[in-house]
């Protein structure tokens, strides 16, 4: 999967580090231990977790760099997004849509009819994100974060469309 400059594929063990790195900085995000990012990974039955990667200069020619992952569950019925994240000198510029557009992708390959996500009431630039992915409010969750505690929307796009 590839749009642009941006390069979409499975995470490996080895992106680990790189994934906790871009999530930890995202205060809103949930944080999830280095051992649940390692159970993710080795069940892929499970989970899906993709990285978005762009060519990194300072690493010389040929080398990539990861800027954003989504981790998400698909089965036959739905698929539930769980985490997503881009670096913040790389939002805006593609990478959460390069992100998105695979996991649309994947869940419909899997036979999904739907695809959910939870997204803080305040975080208004993801709300706008999403809708322009065609997700709709479809109910709250009260208390759902932590660290503020916050209420969540629901958020659902069709897939079968």
């Known amino acids: 999967m590839k749009t642009d400059s941006v390069t979409v594929r499975f995470a490996r063990e080895s992106d680990i580090d790189r994934i906790i790195e871009i999530e930890r900085s995202w205060v809103h995000l ?6 649940a990012y ?3 990974l080795k069940d892929r039955h499970f989970t ?6 762009t060519e990194s200069l ?4 040929g080398a990539t760099r990861i800027v954003g992952f989504v981790i998400f569950h698909a089965t036959n019925l739905a698929s539930e997004i769980y985490n997503i ?3 913040r000198g790389h939002a805006r510029l593609g990478v959460g849509s390069a992100l998105m ?3 649309v992708d994947l869940s419909r390959g899997d036979g999904s009819r739907k695809l959910t ?3 803080r009431k305040s ?9 322009d992915f065609q997700f709709q409010i479809k109910g709250e969750r009260l208390h759902y974060y932590a660290n503020p505690v916050e209420d969540a929307y629901i958020m659902e796009k069709d897939l079968k469309v």
């Open 58 to 61: 300072e690493n010389g020619p």
């Open 48 to 53: 899906t977790t993709l990285v978005a990667e």
């Open 30 to 35: 949930s944080h999830w231990s280095v051992d």
């Open 117 to 119: 996500l939870e997204v």
């Open 38 to 40: 390692h159970r993710l």
């Open 123 to 131: 975080n208004h630039s993801a709300i706008a994100f999403y809708r």
């Open 101 to 103: 557009r695979g996991v």
């Open 85 to 87: 994240a881009v670096e």
